[in-house]
């Protein structure tokens, strides 16, 4: 059975497609962010890398500061390629073990990774889907939604894979500039084609 990929640029709507799709589709999920995040905060080992490698103040009460993590990783491009070197080999080790596992019992395999291209992982799956928006769209929910000021935002969105070039790369590209009802035929969509294809 196949690992699916869903990629795509920050507040493309990743998140929102994956958990569409797999209502839809029945497939084991791994969400990336949320693998990162329980690495951060409950991996003493993480903790220990993180603390040597920037400063003991990044965690409050035992979690790390998030906001200010964000401040020092987008705006010194060397912190955020020290923060991904502690976590990005771990992330991508977990979840291809869990897919060689899948691959073994014949399950489906869903698995949402925001940076797949930058760190190589489209090499180990079977098809990729990028979700996608308009650039407005992205600094709309990322201002507004996340609360973000607009030239910290468009930050972030540089630091990343452009999105014309994940669209280049994509076997499927879901556009999700819309309304929440199109996401959602787009996910049945691809469910169906999934069912024909994969079964």
């Not at 200010?68 to 991508?92: C, D, N, V, Y």
Request: overall charge negative.
């Amino acid at each position: 059975m196949p690992t699916i990929a869903i990629t795509g640029g920050i507040a493309s709507g990743k998140t929102a497609f994956r958990q569409y799709l797999s209502s839809r589709w029945n497939a084991e999920p791994f969400d990336a962010d949320a693998a990162v995040a329980e690495f951060m905060d409950h991996s003493e080992e993480v903790r220990q890398e993180i603390e040597e490698t920037f400063a003991p103040t990044v965690y409050r009460e035992g979690r790390l500061d998030k906001e200010q993590m964000r401040t020092r990783i987008f705006s010194h491009p060397e912190a955020r390629k020290k923060l991904e070197g502690i976590l990005h080999p771990r992330i991508q080790a977990i979840w291809r073990k869990r897919a060689a596992d899948c691959a073994e019992t014949k399950s489906r395999f869903l698995v949402e990774i925001p940076l797949l291209y930058e760190t190589g992982g489209e090499t180990f799956c079977d098809f990729v889907i990028v979700v996608a928006c308009s650039l407005a769209t992205q600094l709309e929910r990322l201002t507004s939604s996340r609360g973000l000021e607009k030239p910290f935002a468009n930050k972030i969105i540089k630091s990343q894979i452009s999105t014309e070039d994940k669209i280049r790369r994509a076997d499927l590209v879901i556009w999700n500039d819309g309304p929440e009802e199109l996401l959602i035929e787009q996910a049945d969509l691809t469910a169906n084609y999934f069912v024909e294809r994969y079964g």
